[in-house]
């Protein structure tokens, strides 16, 4: 079982819908959650970081973290088609000796205009 | 703040041969840490540097190494290059190595031949 499952989609939506984007997790030590936004030839930028369990908004963009479920997801309301680009969900423990990054695979998004 | 730099953009190499990418981060930012992304495989992390020392490593071979300079800034050398090395590197640098989000570059997308 990989450590973070991510499904890669592709996705594609209508502009202004709703997305949902998720991914599972099987480390219980995963502490910290991200999501990060991928165009293509460029590197991932960080969209939303969060510390254990909840939700934190940002504009269109909210990330919800339930650990009890080890789930977290990224909704994006009212999607543009600038919104279009690969999702990658990212977790790290709170281990400071250790601190990487776990990567999904991501999730390719497109959205219609 | 301009962000994470990373050189060249474009790399094209034969196999058996070295190659060294250039990293200079967010300036203040101690942490750099190294990740190489491919389709089959997506982000998996190389290592980290912190104050010049090397704090993590992933499951990558020997070939594989780096180093980060009293600036911050940092290089990574892959020796003996195979066709299966090519890949975008990512560089990411943090303030902090803990409690800290990682920043990426736009990468060296490396094709070996």
């Known amino acids: 079982q990989k450590e973070v499952e991510q499904d890669p989609g592709p996705l594609s939506v209508p502009e202004g819908a709703i997305v949902s984007l998720n991914c599972t997790y099987s480390n219980s030590a995963f502490q910290y959650f991200m999501w990060y936004r991928q165009y293509s030839r460029k590197g991932p930028e960080l969209l939303m970081y969060t510390y254990s369990s909840g939700n934190k908004e940002d504009g269109r963009f909210t990330a919800q973290v339930d650990k009890s479920s080890k789930y977290i997801s990224l909704f994006i309301r009212d999607s543009q088609p600038s919104d279009s680009a690969t999702y990658l969900c990212?977790?790290?423990?709170?281990?400071?000796?250790?601190?990487?990054?776990?990567f999904g695979k991501g999730t390719l998004l497109t959205v219609n205009p | 703040k301009a962000g994470v730099t990373q050189t060249p953009r474009y790399l094209i190499k034969t196999r058996g041969q070295q190659v060294t990418l250039s990293c200079s981060p967010i300036s203040g930012h101690r942490s750099v840490s190294w990740y190489q992304q491919t389709p089959g495989q997506g982000l998996q992390f190389l290592f980290e540097y912190f104050s010049e020392t090397q704090r993590n490593k992933g499951n990558f071979p020997g070939r594989f190494s780096g180093r980060q300079f009293s600036n911050s800034r940092s290089e990574m050398n892959v020796s003996t290059l195979e066709l299966g090395d090519s890949a975008l590197y990512l560089c990411a640098s943090s303030l902090e190595r803990k409690s800290s989000p990682l920043h990426f570059g736009n990468g060296t997308r490396l094709t070996v031949t």
């Open positions: 990212a977790m790290s423990d709170s281990g400071g000796s250790n601190y990487k990054l776990t």
